[in-house]
């Protein structure tokens, strides 16, 4: 059965840490997403890479970078926390434009 | 640039009603995918339906079809025979090189 697999699923940490996000699939696919989820607003992409070392910024990545050194792990990085950043991060991968598979999501709260 | 829009934040329906749900899409794309994907609250994105483009007729999976109006931008789901396991967040997506979603519509499912 094909897999994304975020670490967390639940985080807590302080304002000013900086933070690890991180996202493993294991079927060998070139495309990676990161999304934020908010009540009434959506997912809201936050940066994807289309290949290693590859990176793209997405609709809202101010406040985040990310990481791909190897085809099957994608991180997201809050530099330095803040409130506004508590969400529930969802990471997706892709082969082809028709089909999408998403991890459990990590619901992040920054106190 | 491409947005999706889902006007119906809730709806409703009673077990073994048939409910739809509503998205409209802006793209000057001609060649792309639509989705509606549903998130439980286990929070694990599933893929309901998906639709292309260029075929005209009309995507089902068993209980849910899509009316895809393409010249009308406009994408609807349709659960016939609702049951109390449907309820849930649905998501619709457009995509072409990365997934944009609308702000989700809240379903619920009553006996």
């Known amino acids: 059965d094909v897999k994304v697999t975020q670490s967390s699923r639940y985080l807590v940490k302080r304002t000013g840490e900086k933070v690890f996000l991180e996202c493993v699939q294991d079927?060998?696919?070139?495309?990676m997403f990161w999304y934020r989820q908010d009540p009434g607003l959506g997912l809201r992409l936050i940066y994807f890479?289309?290949?290693?070392?590859?990176?793209e910024k997405g609709d809202i990545p101010e406040g985040y970078s990310v990481s791909r050194e190897k085809k099957e792990r994608f991180s997201l990085i809050l530099e330095s926390a803040s409130t506004n950043q508590t969400s529930m991060y969802l990471c997706?991968?892709?082969?082809?434009?028709?089909?999408?598979?998403f991890g459990s999501g990590t619901r992040l709260t920054v106190v | 640039a491409q947005t999706v829009t889902q006007s119906q934040p809730e709806m409703s329906v009673q077990e073994a009603e048939t409910v739809t749900l509503s998205c409209t899409y802006d793209t000057s794309e001609s060649d792309y995918y639509l989705f509606w994907y549903k998130q439980p609250p286990s929070r694990q994105m599933i893929l309901v339906i998906r639709q292309e483009a260029y075929k005209q007729q009309n995507a089902t999976e068993n209980r849910f079809s899509v009316n895809f109006q393409k010249a009308a931008k406009s994408f609807s789901l349709k659960i016939s025979d609702s049951q109390l396991g449907d309820a849930a967040m649905y998501f619709c997506?457009?995509?072409?090189?990365?997934?944009?979603f609308g702000t989700g519509t809240r379903l619920q499912v009553f006996p």
């Open positions: 997706a991968s892709s082969l082809w434009e028709d089909g999408y598979t």
């Open positions: 890479s289309y290949d290693v070392k590859m990176k």
């Open positions: 079927m060998d696919h070139e495309n």
């Open positions: 997506a457009y995509n072409t090189d990365k997934l944009i």
